[in-house]
């Protein structure tokens, strides 16, 4: 069998390939971190979101199908939390593609559009299916552990310091209050990962 030199061979992200598949180099490292960190953001973010919808009253039902033609109050309630979601992307030429009649749009930008509407169209249905786990779950959906009393204090003060540096006028005595407050203990020995 014929030997194959791999050296000087680089891999799609045009970086050297390594001679162990099971390390990880440190831009692995810390992509890795980082995914995980937006991760758990997005998790938060959507039993959040998915929580802050059942205490206000919507329902499975609320969030019709893309084929629904009768139901007028839910195509509008649908139309509204699409357009929400695309504003959400935060870039202004995905909210002009979602609004424009594929009639006059170039034929890329027909493209564009319904690949577009397809990622919406998950985003919109993933939030019903969650919103459904959320009710059949019931309060046993997980939640944040409540902060404790070390935390509420920590953020107490970080808030009393807030308010401190934006007083316009102080008082006497006002920098001894905020160097005090920044001495304590408790801003090194806490964390607090909100």
């Not at 992200?13 to 997005?42: F, H, M, R, T």
């Not at 594929?102 to 939030?127: F, H, I, M, P, W």
């Not at 409540?146 to 920590?154: G, H, N, Q, S, V």
Request: proline residues 2%.
């Amino acid at each position: 069998m014929k030997k194959v030199n791999t050296s000087g061979v680089t891999s799609l992200a045009n970086i050297d390939v390594i001679n162990n598949p099971y390390s990880l180099n440190g831009d692995e490292v810390l992509s890795l971190k980082k995914w995980a960190g937006l991760s758990e953001a997005q998790r938060k973010a959507s039993n959040f979101l998915v929580d802050t919808l059942y205490a206000n009253g919507k329902k499975p039902h609320h969030f019709v199908a893309f084929n629904e033609v009768e139901d007028k109050q839910g195509i509008s309630f649908r139309d509204f939390v699409c357009k929400t979601i695309v504003e959400g992307y935060n870039d202004a030429n995905l909210v002009k593609l979602w609004v424009s009649d594929a009639k006059v749009l170039k034929t890329s930008d027909v493209v564009a559009q319904k690949g577009l509407r397809e990622v919406v169209r998950k985003d919109y249905n993933n939030l019903k299916t969650a919103l459904t786990t959320r009710i059949n779950q019931g309060d046993n959906a997980v939640k944040a552990k409540p902060a404790t009393k070390d935390i509420l204090a920590l953020r107490a003060i970080k808030q009393a310091l807030k308010y401190l540096s934006e007083v316009k006028e102080g008082y006497e005595g006002m920098p001894e209050d905020v160097k005090a407050l920044k001495a304590l203990k408790i801003n090194i020995k806490v964390m607090d990962n909100k």
